[in-house]
Every structure is written in C-alpha cells, then in structure tokens.
C-alpha cells in the first residue's frame, strides 16, 4: 500500500471557497483528512498477527505531520488574538486535546512495537481522528467566517504565508 503519510500526498486542492475568498485551511485539511482515514482503515483491517513496522512508521509520519500543523496555526492566533481572543481560547483548547494524545499514541506505537495488541492502538488512533476532524470543521466553519471579517485576502494570505511555504 503507498505511503499516506500527507508530507508524501500530494494532492491539488484549490485555496479559495466559493466566491473567491481565500482559504488557508483548505488544502492542508483535505490532505489531512485523506491521510488519517486511510491510515484509519489499514489499522482497522490490519492482520494482529502482521508485522506492522511499516504502518508504525506511516503512523508515526503522520503523527509528526498532524504536530507541525498545529505549530503552524499559531500564526492565525497570532493575528486574532488582539481581535479575537475568545476565538484563540477555544481553539488553544481543542489543540491541547489533541497534543495529549499524541503521547499516549506514541505509547500504544511502543507497544504494538514490544508485541502488544493493536486493537488499543486502533481505538485510540480512531478518538484521536475523531477530534481531528472536529478541530478543522470548527477552524472551517467557525475560525473562517471570523478571519473572513477581519482580513482581506491578501493580508490572510500574508498571515499564512509560512502555512503555505511549509505545505
């Protein structure tokens, strides 16, 4: 099965919603989505008796990429948070969730790597996929109306410049 980590996916997905407006949430979220279900899948349907180094390292991959996402977010709270604090709070709080998951993640990984079961690793990576696609729903559907009323999309553009240098 090729590698989904989204570093090596490649995928053309316009910037703009409907209208033309710029949307920097886009791209990175389409590849994302794409990459944890699929790894959902072939952990789901994955053979307990296998060996599962190269889905550990894919998990890995993506795990690492799902951190550099949310590092990156930081320049769009940069920008709200004089306008907007109460914006920046609430998704300051959906990523706190998510950065205690990825060690717990990583524990279940060694496990799986010790010779552990993997249906824990499995329901865990499912929660934790789970509130991925809830973060960037609230980033598209709540995040994006306010920063579509504060900026242009020239100085949005400016704001995600690194997002989109990174991607």
Not at 12 to 27: K, Q, S
């Amino acid at each position: 099965m090729s590698h989904l980590c989204t570093l090596r996916h490649p995928t053309a997905i316009p910037a703009y919603v409907g209208g033309g407006t710029y949307d920097p949430y886009a791209a990175a979220h389409t590849r994302l989505r794409l990459a944890l279900s699929g790894l959902t899948v072939r952990l789901g349907c994955s053979d307990p008796a296998a060996d599962h180094t190269g889905l550990i390292a894919d998990l890995r991959c993506q795990l690492a990429e799902c951190r550099r996402r949310l590092a990156e977010d930081e320049a769009i709270h940069a920008a709200l948070r004089p306008i907007a604090p109460e914006a920046v709070e609430e998704l300051e709080l959906y990523q706190a969730h998510l950065t205690g998951d990825f060690e717990a993640l990583e524990a279940l990984m060694s496990g799986v790597e010790a010779g552990g079961d993997l249906r824990p690793l499995y329901l865990a990576f499912t929660r934790f996929v789970a509130a991925c696609f809830a973060h960037m729903a609230h980033e598209e559907l709540e995040t994006l109306p306010i920063l579509h009323g504060l900026f242009t999309d020239a100085k949005l553009m400016a704001i995600t410049a690194p997002m989109r240098r990174a991607a």
